[in-house]
């Protein structure tokens, strides 16, 4: 038995059983780490130290009867949440030696239920973009094909779960930063329902979008992380005070009575690839079989979604990184006698260009005179694009589509053209603007043997249905046998 | 093109960024690549269309205000790249 590759279900069973010992597993996972992290390059930063006291931690917990279904897991955390102690450089040059005074209330949350931190993993600096390439400190490579993007903004998340270097993962969605890298690494992730989570402790990128999820290698893995860390937070004011369903509880329920809608607009976009076609068709057909039912829907304002998200996210981005200024924390060019050069010279050097282009585009779009052009019209078509959901889904339960029109790209591919970049995240950036759940379900995989991710979108707080389809699914398909070798 | 040089370089001064001479074309190419693509959305028509600015609508979020602890000053300057006397040091402001 090789203990990195156990899901979080397995590992919880032989943990509680005494089977074996949460050092042994941590261990494990640093082994693999050893063996297969100079290839991948998943990780900002390791924990080794504080992952084998947490360990020890959770062992004592077991055995004193006290365990979770998450004490003495090894998860990896995207390094965009505050870790207390542990440096959080959001894949940026200006946060390289900001270590956060608290945790966030996701970590609080994890610390809580006893799991064990491997670990900060890559992404694109300040969750902006679509293939971790915009990383200020490195390249993260997909484990199914080396010479290809891990998908972003969570890149290094998705790529460290489906390398097994840890057995699960927090990330951030803002316009497919969890489903789409979980769609190129063949892993399973979510993005909860705007609110669901509390972002207290989340670096800010766009605040009215973001929302922290997990990743894992199986729905049920998820639905056992999105347990320990949804809710109320009285620090976020845009957490939503409703109850927390058990999510597991739903996964085993069967399909029958559950409407599928298939929105026409997904299934036309430009570039959507063949493969990527064919594997969700089948992957419908399955769900079809399972005793599920399927509809046509429309979504026609999808075309609209690339260049309102681009505004409203850009416009909040612009917003929430003014706060970088080299005075309170992270980089400071130092050497300028006045402070406007200061703050100057060290946002142009503390930033990478695609955090810069998302300024000023956000700052000219939010600029007198273009405001109601811009900012203004892109909020208008965001209400256009809610109400095609909401009326979607007065016909169907869960929404089915691809993730991503192609599987993952080479890397370099496409880093020299920010408007094709944006272009790849057209199927999911909608449910964002919309503020709806999603979640990516390995499906496939394309002929060069890249996975293929399947993408299932739900009402506001309806991510049991999610679970409900995407478990039912899994289980039904031979996917998620097959590991990338490396 | 659509957005000038030197329009690139009033909103970078207002975003308080420094862009060099040699990125400033790149720059100004992209970001007009990228206006008009955005341009697209006024094929729509939004006429009476409320703006949504929060996804899910939350009203006001209230709570008793009450003492609670807070991070000590310490721990609160501790990331800051130049601090004396329990403050932030920074470079002349005033001229």
Redesign the interface.
């Known amino acids: 038995m090789k203990l990195h590759e156990l899901t979080i279900v397995e590992a919880g069973k032989l943990l509680t059983e005494k089977q074996i010992s949460s050092r042994e597993l941590v261990t494990a996972v640093f082994d693999r780490i050893a063996q297969v992290e100079d290839r991948v390059g998943a990780f900002i930063t390791l924990c080794r130290e504080g992952a084998l006291s947490q360990a020890a931690a959770a062992d004592a917990r077991i055995a004193a009867g006290d365990a979770t279904p998450l004490t003495g897991i090894p998860l990896s955390i995207k390094d965009l949440i505050c870790t207390e102690g542990v440096r959080t450089t959001c894949g940026s040059k200006i946060l390289t030696?900001?270590?956060p005074?608290?945790d966030a209330t996701v970590m609080q949350k994890l610390k809580q239920a006893g799991a064990v931190m491997v670990g900060k993993v890559n992404m694109d600096e300040f969750a902006m973009g679509s293939s971790t390439e915009n990383s200020a400190f490195k390249l993260t490579r997909n484990p199914w094909d080396l010479a290809r993007i891990p998908g972003g903004s969570s890149g290094g998340s998705a790529a460290s779960v489906a390398a097994d270097m840890c057995l699960g993962s927090l990330g951030s969605d803002t316009g497919g930063s969890i489903r789409q890298p979980a769609s190129h690494c063949g892993v399973v992730g979510l993005k909860p329902?705007?609110?669901r989570v509390s972002r207290y402790g989340l670096v800010a990128y766009a605040s009215?979008?973001d929302q922290i999820g997990p990743l894992g290698k199986t729905v049920m893995d998820c639905a056992l992380l999105l347990n320990a860390i949804a809710g109320y937070d009285?620090s976020d004011?845009?957490s939503?005070p409703q109850a927390v369903p058990d999510y597991t509880a739903v996964c085993e329920s069967g399909l029958s009575g559950i409407t599928i809608g298939l929105p026409e607009e997904y299934y036309r976009v430009a570039g959507l690839d063949a493969a990527v076609a064919e594997a969700v068709q089948a992957a419908v057909q399955k769900i079809e079989q399972l005793g599920a039912k399927t509809i046509s829907v429309s979504l026609p304002?999808t075309?609209?979604a690339?260049?309102?998200y681009?505004?409203v996210a850009s416009a909040e981005a612009?917003s929430n990184l003014?706060r970088y200024?080299?005075?309170?924390?992270?980089?400071?060019d130092?050497g300028?006698?006045?402070?406007?050069?200061?703050?100057?010279?060290t946002?142009?050097k503390g930033?990478g260009?695609e955090v810069?282009?998302r300024?000023?585009?956000g700052?000219?779009a939010l600029?007198a005179g273009y405001y109601d052009a811009?900012y203004?019209?892109?909020?208008?078509?965001?209400?256009?694009i809610?109400q095609d959901f909401k009326k979607a889904f007065e016909h169907c339960d869960v929404i089915v589509s691809p993730v991503a029109p192609s599987p993952a790209f080479k890397i370099g591919e496409k880093s020299h053209d920010?408007?094709a970049m944006?272009l790849s995240d057209i199927l999911t950036l909608s449910a964002?603007?919309?503020?709806?759940p999603g979640m990516s379900v390995p499906c496939g995989f394309s002929s060069e043997g890249l996975p293929i991710g399947l993408q299932l979108l739900g009402n506001?707080f309806n991510e049991e249905s999610l679970f409900k389809v995407g478990f039912n699914f899994e289980q039904s398909a031979d996917v998620r046998f097959k590991k990338p070798t490396l | 093109m659509r957005i000038t040089k030197e329009e690139v370089l009033n909103v970078a001064h207002l975003a308080r960024l420094d862009i060099e001479d040699a990125a400033v074309d790149a720059f100004a190419g992209q970001i007009s690549k990228i206006l008009d693509y955005i341009d697209q959305l006024n094929q729509v028509n939004t006429q009476g269309v409320f703006p949504t600015c929060h996804a899910i609508s939350l009203t006001n979020a209230f709570r008793d205000d009450v003492e609670r602890p807070h991070l000590d000053r310490g721990a609160a300057l501790a990331n800051a790249p130049e601090r004396a006397d329990g403050n932030f040091i920074v470079p002349r402001v005033i001229g």
């Open positions: 030696d900001f270590i005074p608290y329902t705007y609110g009215s979008l009285p004011s845009t939503v304002h075309a609209y690339v260049a309102a681009y505004v612009s003014a200024d080299g005075v309170k924390y992270g980089f400071r130092s300028h006698s006045e402070l406007l050069e200061m703050y100057k010279s946002r142009s930033f260009p810069q282009r300024i000023i585009i700052t000219y600029s811009y203004g019209k892109a909020s208008q078509v965001r209400t256009l809610q920010p408007l944006y964002n603007l919309a503020g709806i506001h």
